[in-house]
């Protein structure tokens, strides 16, 4: 079992190794398409989107760990496969597609690596992974000394 927490959402692995998620999810931090989300509130600028409840991600199984950011989740499986969704505004979630800001479902990344990951951790807008093999790489923004 695993759980984290990030800026303002948090992820769980349940017994059968599903995801539930809660918390706020605009962003596509919470793994969930925006139409399946009620509003909280919504103004003229933005619109909030808030689970108070656990909701399980669907097509999420398998899952060794989680890992979340300020508005980014990572899911890690047994198989060594690993699934992003959220912000993606400095490239925190290692897309394929740099021109993509928000992903709202799990999307499997670094399948080109070829190499099997065993951890990943979130930082605010960063991610590492960990290959079998030790190697560790990142993605996200790397700005700070």
């Given at each position: ?33 925006l139409e399946t989300l009620q509003p909280a509130r919504q103004d003229s ?40 969704f959220g912000y993606n505004n400095v490239g925190q979630l290692a897309l ?5 800001q928000q992903q709202m479902t799990p999307l499997e990344i670094l399948q ?34």
């Amino acid at each position: 079992m695993s759980l984290a927490a990030g800026g303002l959402h948090t992820l769980a692995i349940s017994a059968d190794q599903g995801v539930y998620v809660w918390g706020r999810g605009e962003g596509g931090q919470l793994g969930l398409p925006l139409e399946t989300l009620q509003p909280a509130r919504q103004d003229s600028q933005a619109i909030e989107v808030f689970l108070t409840r656990p909701r399980r991600v669907p097509d999420l199984s398998q899952a060794k760990k989680v890992s979340c950011g300020d508005a980014h989740s990572l899911v890690l499986t047994f198989e060594g496969r690993v699934f992003a969704f959220g912000y993606n505004n400095v490239g925190q979630l290692a897309l394929p597609e740099e021109s993509v800001q928000q992903q709202m479902t799990p999307l499997e990344i670094l399948q080109g690596l070829n190499k099997r990951l065993v951890d990943i951790e979130c930082g605010s807008m960063f991610s590492y992974y960990t290959a079998f093999d030790g190697t560790i790489y990142a993605s996200g923004l790397n700005d700070q000394a």
